[in-house]
């Protein structure tokens, strides 16, 4: 069974920064992939950065390159996402996911993953 919780977000002034941290609690890391989704009301989700746990490169999305660091912390079974130079158009719910056996073009896609954690609100605004 795989669980995981979100934790981190919260309101920010544009130009600031934020850590989300997800903690997984997975069965077998194996295989493992796990992305960053944001969701806007009345918006599909998007991609924001993903990695496949063992192995692979992180991807990013465009609207997060350099701005936004996916990281993971094996020991704690932990990974993170790094925000700075937030801007408002940053403001949204934000999901990390998992799945299995995932190729690397498949991070980016919210309908390849089977296990969501429950969202935590990023809010930035001044």
């Known amino acids: 069974q795989v669980q995981l919780v979100e934790s981190g977000g919260g309101l920010v002034q544009p130009g600031g920064s934020l850590r989300l941290s997800c903690a997984a609690s997975?069965?077998?890391?194996?295989?493992?992939?796990i992305s960053w989704f944001r969701q806007v009301p009345g918006q599909e989700r998007e991609f924001v950065a993903g990695s496949r746990w063992t192995g692979g490169s992180t991807r990013y999305a465009d609207s997060g390159e350099g701005r936004f660091t996916f990281s993971k912390d094996r020991a704690k079974n932990t990974v993170y996402l790094q925000m700075s130079s937030l801007k408002p158009e940053d403001t949204a719910v934000y999901y990390c996911a998992g799945a299995y056996n995932l190729r690397q073009p498949e991070l980016v896609d919210p309908g390849r993953f089977n296990y969501w954690g429950q969202g935590t609100q990023v809010t930035v605004s001044s």
């Open positions: 997975v069965g077998t890391f194996n295989s493992f992939a």
